[in-house]
């Protein structure tokens, strides 16, 4: 019983795997109509685009695939409330805004498009646009966008506003951070968390501090000074869970919008000084949607993507995130002083500005160059 | 014993297991015909099937981080580019390596030394509280590593955590705990693999016979000798092999060195594979270069174990003399090894679950006051309770924990066999290549499983099976390492007398190896259906709407900040597997084997 | 019945073996080095010798455990193992019994179960019916006297018991063959003592035919009907018990078997039956020898010490007579030993315990012809 030559099964496996790993051949799923029925909608009036996808997503079978890196207690509102509108049905693929990028890449590069629509964060949506993935949506719902919500092939959904949060608790009123320069201040040392993966907030806040007249130098050792400051985290809701709990004192930055929310459930949290206005400038980074080219419902997509930037926003607005657009009743940047968001540089040089933060949280010596 | 295992085994401690090798060669075609037949026999299909699925699940994203750590930026040819983006610069590739391995280290031996001790005296003695046992060696497992980091942030945290608050600032003076250092990351991964090598350790004890023990006293050994001389060196395969399996677990973690390390700038190989990973564009070949980094370090302990093994394979401990277990006597130690044992129960147990069910009560968490006590409700269990998710989930994971849990025990003690019992060319390879999956980033995995099935015409992406195929790769090198030591410890003589009593191999598997691998293969099966509820780093990108399972909802009430909603969720998870855990102890009590007495 | 033709088994070696021959592109260690022997029906024959002599070797590839580099092995007309043409039987084909040193009890199963295993998983078409399998089991649980504990889990067995037990599952297939390995090493020397016996019968009453190894000579002196005996992974003399004893071939054999009083001799008449050597202290007669020496040849005497008879007084009437000095006695309880000095030899005589003579006494030794054995020296 003992004994067999086993040579050959051994070897077969290598066999196994190299037929795994090349694998091709096989045909795509991608919907080659969905192209077509994305240029029929555009090419229609804007008042008939509406009641044409609507038909046309019937036609599809109206259901429609989500991928998104909305949180599930807001995704799963938001999906019920496009089903209700409509009565497609909205599967819903969430997962980090990493996540979300790399399965919506792998398919579409197996040619096996999973989403119809993706709605995610600023970053990832730049990523696919560029590499062409994304369908072109011409709808009535970008008139209320403003300019700097309109992206090629993608659209602004919703912002996430930088801003510092405290726990009352903890950091009393006066003592609070007026400007982002603050942080650096040796009052807090040992009282800040900074986010492990909070790049675009440091380019954005090293920008803004070049143009309004600081040296390099000078930006440097603020950062430095900050850096000393601080512990880091990792996760944005991770450490809103250790400033409630009073674990820690103050946030760097976190989105307001986890700010809000914490303090409405009874945490001692907030953004805003007890005079209610802050003049720490912030920073609103647009989250968007897109289209998938070769979508398997592209009319449910486009119905979505509509909705989404008109009836959906007063859905966001409700759910407490910041609206691409003006809806009222919106008080979610109440007390906040807007800056623009840096497009320009994060879309083009992301890693760049990732290695230095890594490196300022590192203690690593070149920092800034 | 004669000649055979004296002066004959060729290389340290193998078997005599005669190879195909240098008989006098017949003629070439009866030859092939021969081996043609002996492959398509049953036991040839079975083996052989078992083999390539192992490789096949093993080399697939081995062979996707392989391709993009060498290929050059052009795609046209082999670079080391790769390495010099991960190493390179002011990366503080030391620091990073020696944080890693004295983490992975102390928290492979602190684990060592509790699940060995533990094993010991709940196999061996007359220890009280037996019970709490087979709580202290599940509920640690259970708990998702974010909570349970988190539950140790609350208590250890220099300047607000409870256990320096409560009681070492009022006592002392002083606030000496720090869970933000190396020392905390030891602490709380050790603690939280404990319950591994507790399994691990509790079936090599069950195999062993005590008189071999018993011998040692009776020659006049003090006990502390014959646990040192005896019982430890006895123990040694399987030490070495749990050693080795929390070594290199603790190397790939990423939730303690995530949470704890992180904050005073403590970074470890995964943490670097984390920022390499979160960055675009995403540098495969850098994060590829680390794991292969960290698999490295992997096959270096595996080369090292199975060299410290050497001399270990003539140690089988079951052989076919039957024996008594009988419990070692405390006498007056008794008393104080049953306050340890409450002491780690309430260290390891109580004290983490009890931070999740006093959070899971409140709306938010808050250090426990007059107010936060009043407060307390169960709302977060009816929201629980009312996730429209939580029964597909449960039911998905269930589905997939069983699943990969069956799989890889059935597939690894058939693999292990040839490992240890056969002369197969190639068959430390393949130990090692069912090792490698361990240092696999989730993500990569994630990918690459992605990648291959993207591009299959069968109905595995986008199904619960691709989290089957993810799960079953993560879990082969722990599967390996429960089934291999059961399999090391059982002498082949219990195989041979089967097959001279006229038994197939397939016969022999089933009705003598199977069962008597059983106490470690049940281990290993309990094992993988409670890590397979919490993996996420690969579920994440693999499963699909509507085939959520639980660990996603998991890490979406983390994202959603519902830490209070996830503690209930976790107290739930607890509940759902002590059940299920204990009932698969109870069929397999009823399988007939010298079942779990401890429950 | 069973014949095993030039069997040998080698490894490649690395360090510090046996034996070991330099061919010209390795170094091969032989644990069995060209084995021919034939066992036939209905005997129990015996593969003696100390540890690492290949026995055991030899024995697994009986049992088809082992694959051997070279030789064949034959049950009647039916090839287990054949080298030169590539057959080898797996060993559950073989339909062999087979108890191992350790018993190989399988803890998991009763002992009931234990003993039905052989039966159970025999092919479906051989495979004999649930009551028969029930029935078969008991009649061999109460040859061997365990009857009473079949329910029993097999670990509930005390040592002796499980032993039966072991010996049972090999029975229970009424196999044309049984292999022993070393079946009673394991037990207390009361035990064994009785195990010997009960053993034999069996063999004797069942007609079995069986293969013993072991490395206990008394073991094998009382059981087998030949025995073979081994070293270094050959065979050095096949024989019975009997003829072994009394007539080794080869002094490894005289030394291995028993104790033995060994003279270096030179021969000097050979006349008919009787073969007159001249030793150091004086010429003796041996009559009897396994193979007729030439004159002039140098051989060794082997006499057994219970062949040497010892008095105070001298016999004169015999051949082969010395005389010397008791050095040591010693006692032994069913005899006793004494050491005599003899000139430069010293001979150990074994006698009834009544004869009891101080050391310092002067005696003489006689020794009858045909206890001498002629040893013939390479």
């Given at each position: 019983?003992?004994?067999r ?24 799923s ?33 259901t ?28 819903v ?59 090629d092939?993608?659209t ?9 949060a ?18 650096a ?36 050792s603020l ?16 450490m809103?869970?250790?400033l ?12 307001t ?12 949290v907030?953004h805003?000084?007890?005079s209610?206005?802050s ?24 119905l ?10 007063k ?29 320009e540089?994060?879309?083009k040089d ?7 933060y ?11 160059r | 014993?004669a ?34 037949r ?7 299909l079975?083996?052989g ?26 795609g ?5 580019g790769?390495?010099?983006r991960?190493?390179?610069?002011n ?24 699940g ?39 208590l ?5 955590g ?12 002083t ?20 319950p591994?090598t ?27 000798t ?10 040694r ?5 749990a ?12 939730e303690?060195?995530g ?5 005073n ?22 994060a ?37 277990p ?70 998905n994971?269930?589905i ?12 690894t ?14 068959r ?9 999956p ?19 015409p069968?109905?595995?992406y986008?199904t ?36 001279v009593s006229g ?39 693999l ?21 209070t ?23 397999g009590?009823r399988?007939?084997l010298?079942g779990?007495?401890?429950? | ?19 070991r021959?330099k ?78 040193q ?59 018991q ?32 009785s ?8 063999q ?30 050959r ?8 003829e ?38 004086g ?21 057994r010490p ?28 069913d ?10 030899l ?30 013939p020296?390479?």
């Amino acid at each position: 019983m003992r004994t067999r030559n086993l040579t050959f099964s051994v070897s077969g496996l290598l066999a196994a795997t190299l037929v795994a790993g090349c694998g091709g051949g096989v045909p795509g799923s991608s919907n080659s109509d969905a192209g077509e029925v994305y240029g029929r909608l555009k090419g229609l009036a804007r008042t008939e685009q509406r009641a044409r996808a609507e038909e046309l997503a019937g036609e599809e079978g109206k259901t429609l695939s989500l991928y998104t890196s909305m949180t599930a207690d807001i995704a799963t509102p938001t999906a019920e409330a496009f089903e209700k509108k409509y009565g497609i049905r909205v599967s819903v693929f969430r997962g980090n805004s990493e996540t979300v990028l790399q399965r919506t890449l792998q398919e579409q590069e197996a040619g096996r498009p999973g989403a119809d629509v993706v709605e995610t964060n600023f970053a990832e949506m730049v990523i696919l646009a560029g590499k062409g993935h994304l369908a072109d949506y011409n709808g009535s719902g970008l008139d209320k966008v403003e300019a700097a919500g309109k992206f090629d092939h993608w659209t602004a959904t919703r912002f996430n506003v930088f801003q510092p949060a405290w726990n009352t608790t903890k950091i009393k009123p006066g003592d609070e951070p007026t400007s982002w320069e603050d942080l650096a201040l040796p009052k807090y040392r040992g009282k800040i968390t900074v986010e492990v993966s909070d790049s675009d907030w440091f380019e954005n806040v090293t920008k803004y501090w070049l143009e309004h007249g600081k040296s390099q130098a000078e930006v440097d050792s603020l950062w430095k000074a900050i850096a000393a400051n601080s512990k880091v985290a990792k996760g944005h809701t991770t450490m809103m869970q250790f400033l409630t709990a009073g674990q820690t004192s103050m946030e760097a930055m976190n989105y307001t919008y986890i700010t809000s929310r914490a303090a409405e459930d009874g945490a001692p949290v907030t953004h805003l000084p007890a005079s209610g206005v802050s003049t720490i400038p912030a920073f609103a980074r647009p989250n968007g949607v897109g289209m998938i080219k070769g979508a398997q419902h592209p009319a449910a997509a486009w119905l979505f993507c509509d909705w989404l930037l008109t009836d959906g926003q007063k859905t966001l607005v409700d759910l407490g995130l910041t609206p691409s657009t003006k809806v009222p009743g919106d008080n979610s940047v109440a007390g906040l002083t807007l800056v623009p968001f840096d497009v320009e540089g994060l879309s083009k040089d992301d890693s760049v500005w990732d290695k230095k933060y890594d490196a300022l949280l590192r203690g690593a010596d070149t920092v800034g160059r | 014993m004669a000649l055979a295992s004296t002066a004959t085994a060729p290389r340290g401690g193998d078997h005599e297991t005669p190879g195909p090798g240098p008989s006098p060669e017949p003629t070439a075609p009866g030859r092939l015909l021969a081996l043609l037949r002996r492959l398509l026999s049953f036991q040839g299909l079975l083996v052989g099937g078992a083999v390539v699925i192992v490789g096949y699940l093993a080399l697939v994203p081995l062979g996707y981080l392989v391709h993009d750590t060498f290929l050059n930026s052009t795609g046209t040819g082999v670079s080391l580019g790769a390495f010099s983006r991960a190493y390179g610069g002011n990366s503080q590739a030391g620091s990073m390596m020696l944080n890693s391995l004295g983490f992975a280290l102390g928290s492979a031996a602190l684990a060592l030394v509790l699940g060995t001790v533990l094993a010991y005296v709940q196999v061996r003695t007359d220890t009280p509280f037996k019970g709490l046992f087979f709580a202290a060696s599940l509920v640690p497992l259970i708990v998702p590593g974010i909570l349970y980091a988190t539950s140790w942030i609350f208590l250890g945290d220099p300047s607000s955590g409870v256990i320096n608050t409560l009681v070492f600032k009022p006592l002392f003076g002083t606030a000496p705990v720090n869970i933000f250092s190396v020392w905390g990351m030891i602490w709380v991964q050790g603690l939280h693999l404990a319950p591994v090598t507790f399994l691990l350790m509790v079936a090599a004890f069950r195999a062993m016979d005590p008189s071999l023990e018993e011998s040692a006293a009776m020659s006049g050994a003090r006990r502390s000798t014959v646990l040192r001389r005896i019982t430890v060196p006895l123990l040694r395969p399987a030490m070495i092999s749990a050693s080795l399996l929390m070594f290199v677990q603790s190397l790939e973690s990423f939730e303690v060195p995530g949470l704890l390390g992180l904050q005073n700038g403590i970074y470890v190989f995964t943490s670097r594979i984390y920022f390499v990973l979160r960055a675009y564009p995403i540098d495969y070949g850098a994060a590829g270069a680390l794991a292969i980094g960290l698999l490295l370090i992997a096959a270096a302990g595996v080369l090292l174990s199975g060299w410290l093994q050497r001399s270990s394979r003539n140690f089988q401990t079951v052989t076919g003399k039957a024996f008594r277990p009988r419990p070692v006597d405390l006498g007056r130690a008794r008393p104080w090894v049953g306050a340890g044992v409450i002491v780690y129960f309430l260290v390891t147990v109580v004290l983490p679950v009890a931070v999740l069910v006093y959070a899971s009560l409140l709306k938010y968490y808050a250090a426990p006051s007059r107010k936060t006590l009043g407060s307390m409700s169960l709302e977060n269990y009816s929201e629980v309770l009312h996730m429209p998710l939580a029964f597909t989930a449960l039911k998905n994971s269930l589905i997939v924990g069983v699943g990969a849990a069956t799989a890889v025990m059935l597939l690894t003690s058939v693999v292990s066999w040839v490992v240890l019992r056969t002369k197969a060319p190639g068959r430390r390879v393949l130990d090692l290549v069912a090792f490698t999956p361990i240092v696999i980033p989730g993500l990569v995995l994630g990918l690459a499983l992605s990648f291959v099935y993207l591009r299959m015409p069968l109905p595995i992406y986008g199904t619960l099976l691709i989290l089957l195929v993810s799960y079953c790769t993560r879990y082969l090198p722990y599967g390996m390492r429960y089934s291999s030591s059961a399999m090391a410890q059982m002498s082949p003589e219990l195989e041979e007398s089967a097959a001279v009593s006229g038994a197939s191999w397939f016969q022999t598997f089933r009705r003598v190896l199977l069962p008597l691998m059983s106490s470690g293969i049940l281990a290993g099966w309990v094992y993988i259906l409670v890590v397979s509820f919490r993996e996420l780093s690969s579920t994440i990108l693999l499963y699909s709407p509507g085939k959520e399972v639980l660990s996603v909802l998991i890490w979406e009430q983390f994202e959603n900040g519902q830490f209070t909603t996830l503690a209930a969720l976790g107290v739930c998870m607890v509940l759902i597997l002590v059940l299920l855990v204990s009932i698969a102890y109870r069929l397999g009590a009823r399988f007939g084997l010298q079942g779990d007495s401890s429950n | 019945m069973l014949t095993v033709e030039s069997l040998a088994k080698s490894y490649e070696s690395s360090a510090g073996a046996a034996r070991r021959r330099k061919s010209a592109d390795s170094t091969r260690v032989f644990a069995v080095d060209g084995v021919d022997f034939d066992v036939r029906d209905g005997e129990l024959f015996t593969l003696l010798g100390p540890s690492g002599c290949g026995k055991t070797t030899t024995l697994r590839s009986i049992a088809g455990l082992e694959q051997p580099t070279a030789g064949r092995v034959r049950l009647g007309d039916r090839v287990l193992f054949d080298a030169a043409r590539g057959v080898n039987l797996r060993a559950n084909r073989r339909g062999f019994g087979m108890v191992f040193q350790s018993y190989a009890i399988w803890p998991h199963m009763s002992v009931f179960k234990n003993v039905s295993f052989p039966l159970d998983v025999m092919p479906r078409g051989k495979r004999p019916g649930r009551k028969e399998i029930e029935e078969r089991v008991h009649q061999v649980l109460d040859v061997i006297e365990l009857g009473a504990y079949a329910s029993r889990p097999a670990t509930k067995l005390s040592g002796g018991q499980q032993q039966r037990l072991a010996l049972a599952r090999a029975l229970v297939t009424r196999p044309e063959l049984m292999l022993l390995d070393e079946p009673l090493s394991n037990l207390d020397a009361k035990l064994r003592e009785s195990m010997r016996f009960e053993l034999k019968r069996l063999q004797r009453e069942l007609n079995l035919t069986a293969i013993y190894v072991t490395h206990d000579q008394s073991e094998a002196l009382v059981m087998s009907n030949r025995i073979a005996v081994m070293n270094e992974g050959r065979i050095e003399q096949i024989g019975k018990p009997r003829e072994i004893y009394t007539r080794p071939a080869t002094r490894f054999v005289a030394e291995f078997i028993g104790t033995s009083n060994f003279i270096e001799a030179r021969v000097v008449s050979v006349t008919g039956g009787e073969v007159a050597v001249e030793t150091t202290q004086g010429r003796l007669i041996a009559r009897e020898c396994p193979r007729t020496p030439a004159l002039g040849d140098t051989v060794l005497l082997s006499i057994r010490p219970e062949s040497v008879d010892v008095s105070t007084a001298p016999r004169g009437d015999v051949p082969n007579e010395w005389s010397g000095k008791v050095r040591t006695r010693a006692f032994l309880g069913d005899a006793i030993d004494h050491i005599t000095g003899v000139g430069d030899l010293e001979i150990r005589s074994r006698s009834n315990p009544t004869v009891s003579i101080p050391p310092g006494t002067e005696v003489h030794l006689s020794v009858a012809p045909d206890k001498v054995t002629l040893v013939p020296v390479d």
